[in-house]
């Protein structure tokens, strides 16, 4: 059967599939207009770019099983795409938008419409640029409610809110980027952490800065679904005097965990249920920094919200007392102790046989300097990052999943490794600037699977120049987390620590820092699907790769050829 028959015969099977479930389903169109807006923080106006004229940009609120439909104009300077952040993109593919990955870039002045399907999904996800750092400004929340007639596995709350931590540059994002880049040195920090596009008022008092304030009525509970939308920094998150139930993570219910600071790394998303329980008066909701990394600068101030009681008369915030800057136990406690809701109608049973085993370790390492070329890193020399000593370089004149659907050759390779090239002790710090271990070689390698197999990857962290958590990310599936632990990984000892019973899943997941995870995944979606960390000084340097997911021979199971207004190179 030709390729556009066979894709005929899916889009009529997946058409079926979905309306036996989607009687309630509704279309949801909009349109995203990206370009220049003036914006004041920090007692100083800078251009930015966003979507709509504001920052964060429009939230699409949705059902489950709803089709999305956004009309992207690019009216900015820069080349630019969208990436909808957790959603599956089941036949969908070319939706996905990370740059030179799955589509070319949406030009200057051009445009380009995702159109996709949020059936078997529910929960907070997000939107954001998939081009250079322009996801600083350009992103927003993506809300799926159930489907008419569902209810959440919770109690129903009284209101919902959405809180999106995120990072303020007195600066153009792309120019601090690219300053970096034309050196290969690390890139100035944020002057600012931001709630809701402000800083708050913990920062040196400016006219034209706001505090984000969420009013609430005694006794009530709200459902606050808190987003990191921040390049490069995890935070803690606390409200002062106030306890959260976590129910979600990643648009994945979990069990009820009761918790007064939440954990949320670049990329993350949790949900939380907060009951306004305490004495009538205001109380900051504040964000710091949790800082991983060993000898590496960061911005240590802290970023705040105001919650504020009905008829309250106090008039000074109290601020909640925050975990310390590098308290890795904290954050270990938190992440290690959700579990995945097994009795949500998504959850599916941990897939027992694994076909595909792979040792991934990943982290900081150094690019050799080219002739002619001024170096700011270690040694004089480029600072990279690498997957198994690969550091990723994207292609530019077609994207990865274009050169796999026509079949092009020179775009990349399928070689990339199951295991490190070299066995060494990756967690120990005496290491983290060893010449023969830091140096790794630019590359665009991708890991080819066949359509269906279960994926188990032992993600270790390495000390080379730094100790860090990485948040690493995996577009096109969740992942059951099924281990976590510090130091090097012992195949023999942490596989008995292994949760097959309620894991939790995760498109995005910290891996410990100085430490390791173990993820699993059934590879049930064809394309190519990039894996990388979350941290946006890092995915430059090389730290991803991408799984070529081949077609399963179905119809339901085939990649679709591009839409006609697939943005070209």
Not at 212 to 225: F, K, S
Not at 337 to 363: C, H, K, Q, Y
Request: hydrophobic fraction near 40%.
């Amino acid at each position: 059967m030709a390729p556009s028959s066979l894709f005929a015969v899916g889009l009529v099977l997946a058409f079926c599939y979905l309306t036996s479930f989607t009687a309630s389903a509704d279309i949801v169109e909009t349109s995203f207009h990206v370009k220049n807006l003036t914006a004041n923080r920090l007692c100083q106006e800078q251009v930015i770019m966003a979507v709509n004229g504001s920052l964060p940009g429009p939230t699409l609120r949705v059902k489950e099983g709803d089709t999305v439909i956004v009309h992207v104009f690019n009216k900015s300077p820069y080349n630019l795409t969208i990436h909808w952040h957790g959603v599956f993109q089941r036949l969908t593919q070319w939706a996905d938008g990370p740059e030179f990955v799955t589509q070319c870039p949406i030009r200057p002045g051009g445009n380009y419409t995702y159109r996709f399907n949020l059936t078997g999904q529910e929960g907070t996800l997000w939107w954001h640029a998939h081009s250079q750092w322009l996801r600083a400004t350009v992103h927003g929340a993506l809300i799926i409610r159930p489907r008419d007639g569902q209810k959440y596995p919770f109690v129903k709350p009284f209101l919902e809110d959405t809180i999106m931590l995120g990072e303020w540059w007195n600066a153009d994002p792309n120019d601090v980027e690219n300053a970096a880049l034309a050196t290969g040195a690390a890139p100035v920090n944020a002057d600012a952490y931001t709630v809701n596009g402000w800083p708050g008022d913990t920062y040196n008092f400016c006219p034209s800065n706001k505090t984000y304030r969420l009013d609430v009525v005694p006794g009530q509970t709200y459902l606050v679904r808190i987003i990191n939308a921040a390049l490069n920094t995890q935070f803690f998150f606390k409200i002062a005097n106030h306890n959260f139930t976590v129910v979600a993570v990643d648009a994945a219910y979990t069990n009820p965990f009761q918790t007064d600071v939440v954990l949320v790394g670049p990329g993350q998303t949790t949900d939380v249920l907060l009951t306004a329980n305490q004495s009538p008066g205001l109380y900051y909701m504040a964000a710091s920094p949790y800082d991983s990394g060993i000898g590496i600068p960061f911005n240590a101030n802290i970023t705040t919200g105001i919650l504020a009681y009905q008829n309250t008369t106090q008039t000074t915030p109290t601020l909640p007392v925050m975990p310390a800057f590098n308290d890795t136990p904290t954050a270990f406690t938190f992440s290690t102790n959700l579990t995945a809701l097994v009795t949500s109608r998504f959850w599916s049973p941990v897939p027992r046989t694994v076909d595909e085993n792979m040792f991934i370790t990943f982290g900081l390492g150094l690019s050799a300097c080219g002739s002619n070329q001024t170096c700011g890193g270690i040694f004089q020399q480029r600072m990279a990052a690498s997957m198994n000593n690969n550091s990723f370089v994207l292609p530019t004149r077609m994207s990865l999943l274009e050169a796999y659907f026509r079949n092009v050759s020179g775009v990349y390779t399928t070689d990339f490794p199951d295991q490190p090239p070299m066995v060494f002790d990756y967690t120990n710090v005496s290491n983290s600037f060893n010449q023969s271990l830091l140096m790794t070689p630019k590359v665009t390698s991708l890991k080819k699977i066949k359509f269906n197999s279960t994926v188990q990857i032992v993600l270790q962290n390495t000390a080379l120049v730094s100790v860090e958590n990485h948040p690493m990310h995996l577009h096109g599936f969740n992942f059951y987390v099924l281990a976590q632990g510090f130091g090097n990984y012992d195949p023999i000892n942490d596989t008995r620590k292994f949760n097959f019973v309620n894991p939790q899943e995760r498109n995005t997941l910290g891996v410990p820092t100085g430490g390791w995870a173990v993820i699993r995944f059934r590879a049930d979606n064809p394309g190519v699907w990039f894996i990388h960390c979350h941290l946006e000084v890092h995915l430059p340097w090389g730290l991803g790769t991408a799984f070529l997911v081949e077609n399963g021979g179905t119809p339901e199971s085939t990649l679709p050829p591009p839409p006609a207004d697939f943005p070209q190179c």
